[in-house]
């Protein structure tokens, strides 16, 4: 070395904060479409709709409970106002949420690592708040995810992104440095709207190939059979690529 050179001083490298990370609920952190298709056939019922299937119900999943129920009284004539629906549907839901509502194991894993390494977390949902408290508390996961959005709270509903840009403002973070867990393609779709990245993991395979989906950053197609927290965590550890 050169007497009277210098080598430059290194400069310590500032790890990024942990990614905020926002999660859907049903079809996503809990199996509880079928509790939600219950209570939508026990409903439908009541109102002189019998036999309403399975498959009529899975058009709806990933939209709000308010929209479903708005498009359902119209095709099936029902005269009763719209929050009369709303209260009895949200009663049966959540006597039957109370009584089970399973977590996708994979991701109570997904939860508990990212809560130990320091991400900020929130739950962005169509459902009613008190059906997302009520299955929170019944599988214990409100004690790691304690901020949450409800569609009841903002203007509009998925696909539009109002529950997740809430959900980043009251994280105090910004929409963009947010990642998305999603399982339906109008979730997908509002997480592209609010400028955050997404990892799609479709509740109906059939539904993969959905547009909606080509914008997530990570897509499991074969759904949670196919989603480990292992996986997610090594995607959302690599760095966000700058817009040119």
Known sequence: MLVGMH?????PVTPAA???????LDGTLVDSEPNYYEAGRRLLAGYGVPDFSWEQHARFIGIGT??????LSREFGIDAPLDELLAGKNRAYLELARAHTEVFPEMRAFVERLAAAGHPMAVASGSSRAAIE????GTGLDALLTTVVSAEEVAH???????FLEAARRLGVEPGRCVVLEDAAPGALAAHRAGMRCIAVPYVAATADDPAFASAGLLF???????TAQAACAWLGRPVRSSP
């Open 66 to 71: 308010r929209e479903t129920l708005e498009i």
């Open 18 to 24: 942990p990614a905020p990370v926002i999660f859907d």
């Open 221 to 227: 197609r074969g759904g949670q059979g196919e989603f």
């Open 134 to 137: 009520a299955v929170l508390a």
């Open 7 to 11: 080598t430059p001083a290194a400069h």
């Open 157 to 163: 509903g998925k696909p539009e992104p109002d529950v």
